[in-house]
C-alpha cells in the first residue's frame, strides 16, 4: 500500500512538473506573439501618424505658397495701377496680356458692333443679367480688341429681348484697363455661338469672326453710358482664403502628433511608472 502510494505521489509529483513547464512555454509563447503584435501595431500607427502629419505640413506650405504667389500678383496689379494710362499706339505694341495687365489705358477706335455678344447669367450687385462686348477696331492698326463695355438687365420673360445699347459710329474714346478674358461659367457641351452666349472664348472667336483679335480685353470704366452699367466689382484674387486653408492644414497634422503622442508615448510610459509607485496609505486623523 505504502508502495503505490509513494508511485501515485512520485506521477503526481512528475506530471505537475510537466504542466508547470507546459505553462511557462506557453506564457513565454503568448509574451513573445503579444510583443510581437504591439511591435506591429505600433509600428504601423506611427507609420501612418508620420504620413498624415507629414501631408498636413506640405498642403499647409503649398497654401502659403499659393497666397504668396497671389500677393506678388496684387503687388504688380498695384504698381501697373499708379502708373499712367497706355494709349492706342502703346496698347497695339503690347506683347502679351501679362505686360500689361490691369494698366489704365485711353484708346480711341471704331466699334465693330455687328460683332457684339452677351454673356448671359452675369451678375452686378446681386442681380442676374447680361455682360456686354463689343470688338473695338483701333485708330491706325487693323488689330482688334475685345471691350468689356458693361452689365445690362435681362428680361426674365423673354430672354431674346435684349436692351438696347448704343454703340455710335465714327471713333471712339474708351477708358478702362487691360483685362483677362472674361471668367467662364459651367457650360454643357461645345461652347455657343450667336448674339446670346453662356461664355466667350477669344480664339474661337477670332476664327468666327475673322478679326485680328488681341489675346486680352479692356474693361470699360467710368458712370453708367450707351445703356450699360460699369459698378465692377474689386479684383480680389482670394488671399485670405489660402491662409484659412493653410492654417486648417496644420492645425490637423499638430493634432494627429498631439493624438499621437499622447496615446502611443505619454499614456504608455505612464502606465508601467504608475504600477511601479508604492502604494502610500492615507494619513488615520
Known amino acids: 500500500m505504502r508502495a503505490a502510494a509513494a508511485q501515485h505521489e512520485k506521477q503526481g509529483n ?31 500607427i506611427t507609420l501612418a501618424a508620420i504620413f498624415f502629419a507629414g501631408l498636413g505640413l506640405r498642403l499647409g506650405f503649398w497654401q502659403l505658397s499659393r497666397a504668396a504667389q497671389k500677393e506678388a500678383v496684387q503687388a504688380a496689379m498695384a504698381a501697373q495701377s499708379l502708373q499712367g494710362p497706355l494709349d492706342t499706339t502703346a496698347v497695339t505694341q503690347l506683347p502679351s496680356l501679362e505686360a500689361g495687365l490691369y494698366r489704365a489705358v485711353k484708346v480711341t477706335g471704331k466699334w465693330e458692333a455687328a460683332h457684339s455678344v452677351y454673356l448671359d447669367n452675369r451678375q452686378m450687385d446681386g442681380k442676374v443679367g447680361f455682360f456686354v462686348f463689343t470688338p473695338l477696331r483701333l485708330q491706325s492698326s487693323e488689330q482688334v480688341v475685345m471691350v468689356q463695355r458693361g452689365w445690362v438687365a435681362r428680361n426674365f420673360e423673354a430672354r431674346a429681348n435684349l436692351p438696347a445699347v448704343q454703340s455710335p459710329p465714327g471713333w471712339v474714346r474708351v477708358e478702362g484697363h487691360i483685362a483677362p478674358p472674361p471668367s467662364k461659367l459651367y457650360e454643357p457641351g461645345t461652347a455657343g455661338v450667336g448674339l446670346i452666349r453662356q461664355n466667350l472664348d477669344l480664339t474661337q472667336f477670332r476664327q468666327e469672326s475673322g478679326l485680328a483679335m488681341a489675346e486680352f480685353t479692356i474693361r470699360q470704366t467710368g458712370p453708367a453710358s450707351e445703356g450699360v452699367r460699369r459698378d465692377w466689382p474689386a479684383v480680389n484674387l482670394g488671399v485670405e ?45
Open 14 to 44: 512528475s506530471q505537475a512538473g510537466e504542466d508547470g513547464k507546459k505553462c511557462k512555454a506557453y506564457e513565454v509563447g503568448h509574451i513573445t506573439d503579444y510583443l510581437l503584435n504591439f511591435t506591429r501595431k505600433f509600428f504601423f
Open 241 to 285: 482664403k489660402h491662409y484659412g486653408y493653410a492654417f486648417q492644414w496644420f492645425a490637423m497634422s499638430a493634432l494627429v502628433l498631439g493624438l499621437y503622442l499622447w496615446f502611443q508615448i505619454f499614456r504608455r510610459n505612464a502606465a508601467p511608472l504608475k504600477e511601479t509607485l508604492p502604494h502610500v496609505p492615507p494619513p488615520r486623523l
